[in-house]
């Protein structure tokens, strides 16, 4: 906002270059968040890198360069294992999320004529009570004599109570869906919003049924929505180690949470470091590979 | 203004679903109130028995009172902070062609891969480096870098094929450029720059890792239920604490309902 | 252009959206204007020594010394776990005093960051159970590094009503495959190695050899296909087993007194083996800020008051002799603890502290055979 208000100084020179190059300007309107970012990532992603590099030496840390850490990595089957799973995990809960989200979205967006903040404020409400608090609700929900097995058993669906709701992949997959929920539903909503409805009017005119009108206009035109839902589920999600460790069981354990024992109990930084970078990179190129895949569907 | 041909009419599966989306949203959410007037400790059925202690004893509990009003300001002051910040980046991004565009982004959205552990060692390494006291300013600093990418991410979609007509008309009729942005730019984007605001404010409301490390003396709301866990005595006044919670902004929501300040404007007639 | 404007407004019903963004212009100010920085009514805070502790420990309860002496509380700093915190004191927040636990100090002492504790300077050192602080690794030139402050037991927390138990208390509970995916552990190797090591056979001072190495890893092996949980915290362990989620769990004292106070039908095993024991406690900050007011604050935490709560409300043991003059039989049977606390500890087992690249190996092996590697 800054600066817009520098680019109307009237005569100054910065001014008459600003109007002339949109990069500065660009560059200009980008440079307040950049800035804090420069100041509070490039640090910790450094230390991040230099501290991968060096080894344990009894409590202390031996400062040499080495990237012994990165070669233990490839030696065990474990992380690999970790990784994968993560990424499985993350993977599904996303999709789920996504595709639950979008309807949601959808109908606040083309539905809602009245009240549509109200609407907003309302799918986010439950997200202001604390994350732990929610996972114990969960707990009352999917536990062994839980709400659910209860049910199912008054229903007579299944004879047992089924183990296998909570503590388990299946119960991260849920938790995680259900803590995203809001978040996924916000940039779809705003990207739908958006949409022209001229546009969708016209293809009415043209004689295109509702479905053909949502698959050819709507749904191209909010993929960028979709996109930033995805991104901002999928990668954080990779890495969380909380909903594991409250819910997941010992066989619903993800990489984060190796990496906080690294960094914890297991005291070994510069493995813990070496782990997370192979963790951003895995996500950067998960990532990589959605945008591309994305970038097919959209056309 | 304009009639949308199959929107006028109500989509009866689709508002089934949003009912049942709400359900799935707000069913585990209500087990919180139900188990603050449990007279039992643990959160489990069966229930046993009904008890308003749980909130008498929230009145005594001056630390965690103290808590949530830091976790509102903090919440507050960085919802709206990052916001200011995150507009223009995203109107940047949106809009101008510059060279090491895509580096930038990528850069902005770091720290959603990066740990929110490490995060928190290293910022709290580099403020100890520059000699900054911790405080709730520093708390505040720390998740307005976790909240900016999701902010960024909230408004660019909003941004993306935002049409610049109105602007340059705007700016044709002789309005400064900053007036076009306060009176044509963010009016039209304002459903986005709400959506900001609520998931920021939402993600800062429940972060606990730039808390726990980047707080000196004050806590904040998540900070101090994570630490209560070794004693589950305290657990059902933190029940009781969230109870207070949803019950209070519903009623905000719903006032500012009638007051008509919130929802009367309807996004979709905007144009 | 502003007539144009307004009617256009009016007619779209901009207007509200306009009262509405005022309305959140009006909230954003406000919200910004209210300072940040910490605030207290009475004194400054400088004024207080820090205490860096688990939450629920910064209670007045503990402080009545402290308070009769400097007119108020000392300041709080909470965590919710020990590591953690050890993250954020190395990482250069400095708080006064540090409550970690007594398998903790080899490391933590290690860092440079702490003191040895004067305890000249404390009045109530005289009625401190000397075997609770009394071990070489936690004392430098006649000075202990952690001052103990609550202590109890590693046992067997099981429900009375679910678990079918067979012949005498023991640790094979926590191995017994008909109660498979109903049993749970804790999750720190500090405490599940050594258990493990009870369970296994292998005396304490062989467990630095790699036969034991082989025979603990083997065993905690063997349990985890049986585990439905491994936590830390007490309080989603309590849950668990207040629901019936799981029927037996590795636990500490606290856990039963609650429960048991929650009519939960729960006993702490005496296993037949012999249960683990661990201390807890403070210790002093090489930089304390405030180390006048810090040593009041140890004063105070292992006062007689202090350790009478710690048995009556938390179920911790109480660090202070002149206490256990004031608990009941009944009270002390609950807790596992004896009138002569010595007792107890003597026949229980005491964690031998090892070298840092034993921490690391066993460590590194526990928290990979909780992965499922």
Same mark, same amino acid.
């Given at each position: 906002?800054?600066?817009?208000?520098?680019?109307?100084?009237?005569?100054?020179?910065?001014?008459?270059?600003?109007?002339?190059?949109?990069?500065?300007?660009?560059?200009?309107?980008?440079?307040?968040?950049?800035?804090?970012?420069?100041?509070?990532?490039?640090?910790?992603?450094?230390?991040?890198?230099?501290? #991968? @590099?060096?080894?344990?030496?009894?409590?202390?840390?031996?400062?040499?360069?080495?990237?012994?850490?990165?070669?233990?990595?490839?030696?065990?089957?474990?992380?690999?294992?970790?990784?994968?799973? #993560?990424?499985?995990?993350?993977?599904?809960?996303?999709?789920?999320?996504?595709?639950?989200?979008?309807?949601?979205?959808?109908?606040?967006?083309?539905?809602?004529?009245?009240?549509?903040?109200?609407?907003?404020?309302?799918?986010?409400?439950?997200?202001?009570?604390?994350?732990?608090?929610?996972?114990?609700?969960?707990?009352?929900?999917?536990?062994?004599?839980?709400?659910?097995?209860?049910?199912?058993?008054?229903?007579?669906?299944?004879?047992?109570?089924?183990?296998?709701?909570?503590?388990?992949? @299946?119960?991260?997959?849920?938790?995680?869906?259900?803590?995203?929920?809001?978040?996924?539903?916000?940039?779809?909503?705003?990207?739908?919003?958006?949409?022209?409805?001229?546009?969708?009017?016209?293809?009415?005119? +043209?004689?295109?049924?509702? @479905?053909?009108?949502?698959?050819?206009?709507?749904?191209?035109?909010?993929?960028?929505?979709?996109?930033?839902?995805?991104?901002?589920?999928?990668?954080?999600?990779?890495?969380?180690?909380?909903?594991?460790?409250?819910?997941?069981?010992?066989?619903?354990?993800?990489?984060?949470?190796?990496?906080?024992?690294?960094?914890?109990?297991?005291?070994?930084?510069?493995?813990?470091?070496? +782990?997370?970078?192979?963790?951003?990179?895995?996500?950067?190129?998960?990532?990589?590979?959605?945008?591309?895949?994305?970038?097919?569907?959209?056309? | 203004?304009?009639?949308?041909?199959?929107?006028?009419?109500?989509?009866?599966?689709?508002?089934?679903?949003?009912?049942?989306?709400?359900?799935?949203?707000?069913?585990?959410?209500?087990?919180?109130?139900?188990?603050?007037?449990?007279?039992?400790?643990?959160?489990?059925?069966?229930?046993?028995?009904?008890?308003?202690?749980?909130?008498?004893?929230?009145?005594?509990?001056?630390?965690?009172?103290?808590?949530?009003?830091?976790?509102?300001?903090?919440?507050?002051?960085?919802?709206?902070?990052?916001?200011?910040?995150?507009?223009?980046?995203?109107?940047?991004?949106?809009?101008?062609?510059?060279?090491?565009?895509?580096?930038?982004?990528?850069?902005?959205?770091?720290?959603?891969?990066?740990?929110?552990?490490?995060?928190?060692?290293?910022?709290?390494?580099?403020?100890?480096?520059?000699?900054?006291?911790?405080?709730?300013?520093?708390?505040?600093?720390?998740?307005?870098?976790?909240?900016?990418?999701?902010?960024?991410?909230?408004?660019?979609?909003?941004?993306?094929?935002?049409?610049?007509?109105?602007?340059?008309?705007?700016?044709?009729?002789?309005?400064?450029?900053?007036?076009?942005?306060?009176?044509?730019?963010?009016?039209?984007?304002?459903?986005?720059?709400?959506?900001?605001?609520?998931?920021?404010?939402?993600?800062?409301?429940?972060?606990?890792?730039?808390?726990?490390?980047?707080?000196?003396?004050?806590?904040?709301?998540?900070?101090?239920?994570?630490?209560?866990?070794?004693?589950?005595?305290?657990?059902?006044?933190?029940?009781?604490?969230?109870?207070?919670?949803?019950?209070?902004?519903?009623?905000?929501?719903?006032?500012?309902?009638?007051?008509?300040?919130?929802?009367?404007?309807?996004?979709?007639?905007?144009? | 252009?502003?007539?144009?404007?307004?009617?256009?407004?009016?007619?779209?019903?901009?207007?509200?959206?306009?009262? &509405?963004?005022?309305?959140?212009?009006? /909230?954003?100010?406000?919200?910004?204007?209210?300072?940040?920085?910490?605030?207290?009514?009475?004194?400054?805070?400088?004024?207080?020594?820090?205490?860096?502790?688990?939450?629920?420990?910064?209670?007045?309860?503990?402080?009545?010394?402290?308070?009769?002496?400097?007119?108020?509380?000392?300041?709080?700093?909470? &965590?919710?776990?020990?590591?953690?915190?050890?993250?954020?004191?190395?990482?250069?927040?400095?708080?006064?005093?540090?409550?970690?636990? /007594?398998?903790?100090?080899?490391?933590?002492?290690?860092?440079?960051? &702490?003191?040895?504790?004067?305890?000249?300077?404390?009045?109530?050192?005289?009625?401190?159970?000397?075997?609770?602080?009394?071990? %070489?690794?936690?004392?430098?030139?006649?000075?202990?590094? /952690?001052?103990?402050?609550?202590?109890?037991?590693?046992?067997?927390?099981?429900?009375?009503?679910?678990?079918?138990?067979?012949?005498?208390?023991?640790?094979?509970?926590?191995?017994?495959?008909?109660?498979?995916?109903?049993?749970?552990?804790?999750?720190?190797?500090?405490?599940?190695?050594?258990?493990?090591?009870?369970?296994?056979?292998?005396?304490?001072?062989?467990?630095?050899?790699?036969?034991?190495?082989?025979?603990?890893?083997?065993?905690?092996?063997?349990?985890?296909?049986?585990?439905?949980?491994?936590?830390?915290?007490?309080?989603?362990?309590?849950?668990?087993?207040?629901?019936?989620?799981?029927?037996?769990?590795?636990?500490?004292?606290?856990?039963?007194?609650?429960?048991?106070?929650?009519?939960?039908?729960?006993?702490?095993?005496?296993?037949?083996?012999?249960?683990?024991?661990?201390?807890?406690?403070?210790?002093?900050?090489?930089?304390?800020?405030?180390?006048?007011?810090?040593?009041?604050?140890?004063?105070?935490?292992?006062?007689?008051?202090?350790?009478?709560?710690?048995?009556?409300?938390?179920?911790?043991?109480?660090?202070?002799?002149?206490?256990?003059?004031?608990?009941?039989?009944?009270?002390?049977?609950?807790?596992?603890?004896?009138?002569? %606390?010595?007792?107890?500890?003597?026949?229980?087992?005491?964690?031998? %502290?090892?070298?840092?690249?034993?921490?690391?190996?066993?460590?590194?092996?526990?928290?990979?055979?909780?992965?499922?590697?």
């Amino acid at each position: 906002m800054t600066a817009m208000a520098l680019t109307q100084r009237p005569a100054s020179v910065l001014s008459r270059l600003l109007h002339r190059h949109e990069a500065c300007r660009g560059w200009l309107l980008l440079a307040p968040a950049l800035c804090l970012m420069l100041v509070a990532i490039l640090f910790p992603l450094g230390s991040t890198l230099v501290m #991968s @590099t060096w080894s344990l030496d009894g409590y202390s840390v031996d400062r040499t360069p080495t990237l012994g850490n990165y070669s233990a990595m490839l030696g065990q089957p474990m992380f690999g294992a970790l990784i994968g799973r #993560s990424l499985v995990v993350a993977t599904i809960a996303t999709v789920v999320t996504v595709a639950l989200c979008y309807p949601m979205a959808y109908f606040v967006a083309f539905h809602v004529h009245r009240h549509k903040a109200l609407w907003l404020i309302l799918l986010t409400l439950p997200f202001w009570t604390s994350y732990l608090l929610r996972v114990f609700a969960w707990k009352v929900v999917l536990g062994y004599e839980g709400v659910l097995n209860t049910a199912l058993i008054g229903l007579g669906i299944v004879q047992e109570p089924l183990a296998a709701l909570l503590y388990s992949q @299946t119960a991260v997959t849920l938790v995680l869906a259900h803590s995203w929920a809001a978040f996924a539903i916000l940039p779809i909503y705003v990207s739908l919003e958006k949409i022209d409805r001229s546009y969708i009017e016209a293809a009415a005119d +043209l004689g295109d049924g509702l @479905t053909r009108r949502f698959w050819r206009i709507t749904f191209p035109l909010s993929l960028p929505g979709v996109v930033a839902a995805f991104f901002m589920m999928f990668v954080p999600t990779v890495g969380d180690y909380i909903t594991p460790a409250m819910v997941g069981g010992p066989d619903g354990m993800m990489v984060g949470n190796l990496i906080q024992a690294m960094f914890g109990p297991m005291n070994n930084w510069p493995a813990g470091a070496a +782990l997370s970078v192979v963790m951003m990179l895995t996500i950067g190129l998960a990532g990589l590979a959605f945008l591309a895949v994305g970038r097919l569907v959209g056309r | 203004m304009a009639r949308y041909i199959g929107f006028h009419r109500p989509n009866r599966p689709l508002a089934l679903y949003a009912g049942a989306f709400a359900v799935f949203l707000y069913l585990p959410i209500l087990f919180i109130p139900l188990f603050s007037f449990n007279a039992g400790v643990y959160v489990k059925f069966p229930l046993e028995g009904f008890t308003l202690a749980w909130y008498a004893d929230l009145f005594q509990r001056e630390p965690l009172q103290r808590a949530f009003w830091n976790s509102v300001q903090v919440a507050a002051v960085v919802s709206l902070s990052s916001t200011v910040l995150a507009v223009p980046a995203a109107m940047a991004i949106a809009r101008y062609r510059m060279p090491g565009k895509r580096a930038a982004v990528s850069f902005i959205m770091l720290p959603l891969v990066l740990p929110g552990l490490i995060l928190g060692v290293a910022l709290l390494t580099v403020l100890n480096g520059l000699g900054v006291r911790l405080s709730l300013v520093t708390v505040a600093l720390g998740h307005m870098v976790i909240c900016l990418p999701y902010a960024i991410s909230v408004l660019l979609p909003r941004f993306i094929g935002f049409s610049r007509s109105l602007e340059e008309a705007s700016a044709d009729l002789g309005e400064s450029p900053w007036w076009t942005f306060l009176r044509v730019t963010l009016p039209c984007n304002m459903p986005g720059v709400l959506a900001c605001l609520l998931m920021t404010f939402t993600i800062s409301f429940d972060e606990f890792f730039m808390a726990f490390f980047l707080s000196g003396t004050e806590p904040t709301l998540p900070m101090y239920i994570w630490s209560q866990l070794r004693f589950p005595q305290d657990f059902p006044s933190l029940l009781a604490l969230s109870t207070l919670i949803l019950v209070a902004s519903f009623a905000m929501v719903f006032a500012s309902l009638k007051l008509g300040r919130v929802g009367l404007a309807p996004a979709g007639e905007r144009r | 252009m502003d007539v144009i404007d307004q009617l256009h407004a009016v007619k779209s019903g901009k207007l509200d959206r306009r009262a &509405f963004n005022r309305s959140l212009l009006a /909230l954003g100010i406000s919200t910004a204007v209210v300072p940040l920085a910490p605030r207290r009514a009475l004194a400054a805070p400088e004024d207080h020594a820090t205490y860096f502790t688990w939450g629920g420990f910064d209670i007045p309860d503990y402080f009545d010394e402290y308070v009769a002496k400097r007119g108020e509380l000392p300041n709080f700093a909470t &965590f919710g776990s020990v590591e953690e915190a050890f993250n954020k004191l190395s990482s250069g927040f400095v708080a006064d005093i540090a409550h970690p636990c /007594l398998s903790d100090v080899p490391r933590w002492s290690s860092t440079g960051m &702490f003191q040895p504790i004067d305890t000249t300077r404390l009045s109530n050192w005289a009625d401190m159970i000397p075997e609770l602080w009394d071990v %070489p690794y936690n004392v430098k030139d006649g000075k202990p590094w /952690l001052v103990p402050f609550e202590w109890g037991q590693t046992s067997i927390a099981y429900r009375t009503d679910l678990f079918d138990l067979q012949g005498d208390e023991s640790w094979d509970m926590l191995w017994d495959a008909r109660h498979s995916g109903r049993l749970g552990c804790l999750g720190a190797g500090g405490d599940v190695w050594w258990c493990a090591a009870i369970k296994a056979g292998v005396p304490f001072d062989q467990i630095h050899t790699d036969e034991a190495f082989d025979k603990i890893s083997a065993v905690l092996r063997e349990q985890r296909p049986l585990i439905r949980m491994y936590t830390d915290d007490t309080t989603s362990l309590d849950t668990a087993l207040a629901a019936g989620e799981i029927v037996a769990s590795m636990a500490w004292n606290s856990s039963v007194v609650t429960l048991s106070a929650q009519g939960v039908p729960v006993k702490f095993a005496r296993p037949k083996e012999g249960a683990l024991t661990w201390v807890c406690g403070m210790m002093l900050h090489a930089e304390a800020p405030k180390l006048d007011s810090a040593y009041d604050v140890l004063d105070s935490l292992i006062s007689e008051k202090a350790a009478i709560f710690n048995m009556r409300d938390y179920g911790y043991g109480g660090v202070n002799r002149k206490a256990f003059a004031q608990i009941t039989d009944d009270e002390l049977a609950v807790l596992g603890l004896s009138r002569n %606390p010595v007792e107890v500890l003597q026949a229980g087992h005491f964690g031998i %502290p090892q070298t840092p690249e034993w921490d690391q190996r066993m460590t590194q092996t526990w928290e990979q055979i909780k992965l499922g590697f």
